[in-house]
Every structure is written in structure tokens, then in C-alpha cells.
């Protein structure tokens, strides 16, 4: 027996169970490969990330290629800069369990999933900075995405069922009877997902204490994808049809594209004491290639829905920056920073129906909120003999930017549901050794994820 017996009433009550198991989507397509990925969008450098990531009007180093290009101008010095980061999100597992006494299925429903992304270490941006009287040149090189991870979506429905006979209008099926079932559906999948640029940067100076800067970026991206849909019929005896776990369709990605963006800076420093900026970063639109695999019960309706491959496009988010850095006293800097984060481009391209879930609901409604974020730091200064050290910290805001239902299904929106914003907390220490050797460390924690930075900067 084939689980697209199952009625609809069935599917609306796994729904709403497994709304709390649900985990954030946040990508090109509504399956379970795409429901977490982190994108690095702070300013790169353990200096930036322990001031909360607010370093748009400061922007006085080498990552002021990514950060804001206007201030390179303020570099006097070639510079080479060097970044290590380790991130680590956490896993998440969840189990709910429930009974149900419907119409068309009496019994007891489970929703568990389990969300398990690899803890990455890897050089994520490395610069070289030439300044020259009033411009200044940078190249650089920057991992904005690097995702290896692996999910799984699991329900088992044991009960007694509708035995339905279809009418041959296709209106609504009427039960002809009960049988007992025991069944158990799982997403199971993979994703290894990459995303490279490469920036050549030029500021310049127009008059004093004003400077303007842009950075051409061209990005690469290489994605591998696996998504497999089980099922099992645990009343089936050895042998039998579907007493293992058989294949109702299945999505394969292994393909790679690149773009051309642009990101644009400003710095005014009215005075000694205060400086702000600004920032416009335009994201990548990047198209890959998935099909769908020719086997499985239900790899014909995958097919005809979507052709045996379609593309599906990834658009990294615009960003627009505004920041404010004040120095009260020498020693003392004070920066905010406010980010504008266009996720709404994720779903450029988006693709509903392909989630185990949805199946085969092409027009179901996604949509995702634009979010504002705060980023604000502190740096206190102080000399340890004839060596500068560092103390900073900092925190930030990170906006919602989980993809949620729209539409007018309640199971559907307690499945996909919006999320929440999260606090992050920063802090590091720097010293600057004969005024060539830069060393900074930095920690970035939440409720969700943790990262490390160690950067280091060589001045010629």
C-alpha cells in the first residue's frame, strides 16, 4: 500500500504536530537542505567582530575592502591581512508525539526532526591593501558561505485509516472503509554548499576628511544537494511490498555558477573625534541545476510538476550600512552601526512542493521579512610598556530571516512558521607589536551558534 492513500485530514494533523520540529528555512527551495544556511554577512576580522560588527565608520584596516572601501584612504602603510575562523551551530533535535481521533484517521501521530550542521575551520578572507598619496588599491579574497550539513525529517502514523474510492470528477474522495496502519515517512539529506569572492577594491580621497570607495566582487559558488523520500509500511510482513524503506522520489544538486556584484562606501570625518559611514552591497545571483531522480513511486509526479531538472536560484541578501564612531577620549571608541538586510531576495526563484510536507502543493505561499540590525562595540586602548593592547565588545541584533508560509492553510503556517531574532555577544583583545605585527582574537556567542576569529595584520 502506497502512503498517497493517506487523506488529507491525515497530513493537515501531522502538520500542525510537527510545527515545533520545524527548523528555520532560510533558502532557495522549501526542502530540507535548504532550511539553515548561514551566510556571512559581518564585516570580516577578529577587531570587527568583537566590536559587534560595527565597523563601517571605523573601517581603518585591511578588511575595509569588505567593511567599507572608502576607508582605505586612511591606511598609510601596505598591508597584508590574514583571517582563521571557527563557527559552530548548534544541533537540533526535536520529538512530538501525539493522538488524534479524526474523521479519516484515529491514532497516534510522531514528528521528530533533526538538524546536525558540521562545525567549520577554515582562512575565510585574506587582503592585501596598497596605499598611495590620497588613493589606495586592495585585493582580497572572501568565504561568505560554507555550509556541510545534514537533516532529517521523520513521521510514523499508527492508527486505522479511510480506505478511500476516488470519484471520477476528481472531487472529494468518500471513505469506503478502515484499515489499520503503521507507517513511517522520512526526508532524509544533504547539503555541501560554498560560496568564494574575490574583490578588487579602489578608494579615493576628494577632499580632506571625506573619502569614497568601491569593490568589485566576483563570486563563486559550489553546491552538492541530496534529498531522498522514504516511507515504510511497518504492518507489511518480509518480503512484502514496502517492509523496507522504499523511495517515493528523490532531488539531486551538484552544479556550480559565479556572479558579478559591486559594493559601495563613503567615509566623512567632520572631526578628530567622530567619523560615520556608509555602505551599499549589492548580493550574488547565483543559478544551479537540480533533477529529479528517475526512480521511486512518486518520481513521476516530482517530474511532471518541476521536468525532470529545473533551476533554482540563490541570491545572497543587499546590504545597505549606515555606522557612527565617536571618540570621547583618546583611548575610548564608541561605534554603532545600523544594517538594512534585504532578505527578501531569498526567494528569488524560490521553489514551494518539493518538501515532503508540501508535496505536491506547488502554490503555497512563502514569504520572508526584510530585517533591521543594531551593531554596537567598544575599543579601550592602553599602552602595556612601549605595546598597545586592545579590549573590545560588542553586540548585535540578528533579525528574523526565516522563510514562512503565507498563505491561508493553519497547518501549513504552524510547520512554517516566522522565527526570532537573536542577540549575539562579542568580545577580544588585540596588541600591535613595533607597529608592523596586528594580532586580534575575538568570540561571537548566542543561543544558536558560536564562531572564533583570529586575525592578524603585517604592515610593510
Known amino acids: ?12 494533523l501531522l502538520m500542525l504536530l510537527a510545527a515545533a520540529s520545524a527548523p528555520p528555512a532560510r533558502a532557495l527551495s522549501d526542502e530540507e537542505i535548504f532550511r539553515d544556511v548561514p551566510f556571512n554577512l559581518l564585516n570580516p576580522g577578529a577587531r570587527a567582530m568583537s566590536l559587534g560588527g560595527a565597523f563601517t565608520s571605523l573601517a581603518d584596516d585591511s578588511t575595509a575592502a569588505q567593511a567599507n572601501p572608502a576607508g582605505l584612504v586612511t591606511l598609510r602603510r601596505p598591508e597584508l591581512f590574514f583571517e582563521v575562523r571557527a563557527s559552530r551551530l548548534d544541533q537540533s533535535a526535536v520529538l512530538v508525539e501525539g493522538p488524534v481521533d479524526g474523521e479519516f484517521f484515529q491514532g497516534t501521530v510522531t514528528a521528530g526532526a533533526v538538524s546536525d550542521p558540521s562545525a567549520r575551520f577554515s582562512p575565510t578572507f585574506i587582503s592585501w591593501v596598497l596605499p598611495l598619496r590620497r588613493v589606495a588599491f586592495a585585493f582580497s579574497r572572501l568565504e561568505s558561505l560554507d555550509i556541510r550539513a545534514r537533516t532529517e525529517n521523520s513521521f510514523a502514523l499508527v492508527g486505522r485509516q479511510a480506505i478511500f474510492d476516488p470519484v471520477a470528477d476528481g472531487g472529494r474522495p468518500d471513505p469506503i472503509g478502515f ?8 526526508a532524509d539529506a544533504d547539503i555541501s554548499a560554498r560560496i568564494v569572492q574575490y574583490n578588487a577594491a579602489f578608494a579615493a580621497e576628494l577632499w580632506s576628511g571625506f573619502s569614497v570607495g568601491v569593490t568589485a566582487v566576483f563570486g563563486m559558488l559550489d553546491m552538492d544537494g541530496r534529498v531522498d523520500n522514504l516511507f515504510v509500511d511497518n504492518t507489511a510482513l518480509p518480503g512484502e511490498p514496502f517492509a523496507q524503506p522504499t523511495l517515493d ?7 556550480d555558477d559565479s556572479d558579478f556584484a559591486w559594493t559601495v562606501g563613503l567615509m566623512w570625518r567632520p572631526a578628530e573625534w567622530i567619523s560615520i559611514g556608509g555602505t551599499w552591497r549589492q ?10 531522480v528517475q526512480s521511486g513511486l512518486g518520481h513521476v509526479r516530482a517530474t511532471n510538476l518541476y521536468g525532470e531538472r529545473f533551476d ?4 545572497t541578501p543587499d546590504i545597505a550600512a549606515l555606522g557612527v564612531s565617536i571618540r570621547p577620549s583618546e583611548p575610548l571608541t564608541i561605534l554603532v552601526d545600523v544594517v538594512r538586510v ?3 531576495d531569498l526567494l528569488e526563484g524560490f521553489k514551494a512542493g518539493l518538501n515532503r510536507i508540501v508535496f505536491p502543493e ?5 514569504t520572508v521579512d526584510d530585517g533591521t540590525e543594531i551593531h554596537g562595540g567598544i575599543e579601550y586602548v592602553w599602552l602595556a610598556g612601549r605595546t598597545p593592547v586592545a579590549l573590545r565588545a560588542g553586540a548585535w541584533r540578528e533579525a528574523d530571516r526565516r522563510i514562512r508560509y503565507a498563505g491561508t492553510d493553519p497547518g501549513l503556517a504552524l510547520v512554517f512558521p516566522a522565527g526570532e531574532a537573536v542577540t549575539h555577544y562579542t568580545g577580544g583583545i588585540g596588541v600591535t607589536v613595533r607597529q ?8 561571537d556567542v548566542s543561543d544558536r551558534s558560536a564562531s572564533f576569529v583570529a586575525s592578524t595584520i603585517y604592515r610593510f
Open 249 to 255: 522520489y528523490a532531488t539531486r544538486i551538484d552544479d
Open 342 to 344: 534585504e532578505y527578501s
Open 436 to 443: 608592523a605585527i596586528q594580532i586580534d582574537l575575538a568570540v
Open 362 to 366: 506547488t502554490e503555497a505561499a512563502f
Open 179 to 186: 484499515e489499520d496502519i503503521d507507517f513511517a515517512l522520512t
Open 312 to 315: 533554482l536560484t540563490l541570491r
Open 283 to 292: 548580493g550574488l545571483d547565483f543559478t544551479v541545476e537540480e533533477r529529479v
Open 1 to 12: 500500500m502506497s502512503p498517497t492513500r493517506t487523506s488529507t485530514s491525515v497530513l493537515m
